[in-house]
């Protein structure tokens, strides 16, 4: 499953729910990344023993809990460069 597909993932579960009920039922999922891939019950398993009220909760715990695998290139912007006199990122050209 893309990452854009945790959207549904644990919208027809019942809540409360908590974190090792979605790691019982969901863990084997895998979340395709930019840069590779976690499980859901990796990804849950860093949350540690929460109660999740909705499914938009357990998806924020989920997007919390990606590590930068899911970032893509680090560092990089497509917003404006940093203001003249401010200490930012380098620029590198590709």
Known sequence: MC????????????????????????????IELADGSQTVGDVLGVAGEE?????????YAVYAGLDSQAIGRKGYTDRDPEPPGTDGHVPVSF
């Open 3 to 30: 990452y854009a597909s945790t959207e549904a993932l644990f919208e027809d579960h019942s809540y409360p729910a908590t974190t090792r009920d979605l790691i019982d039922d969901y863990g084997e999922q895998t």
């Open 51 to 59: 109660t999740f009220e909705s499914a938009e909760e357990a998806r």
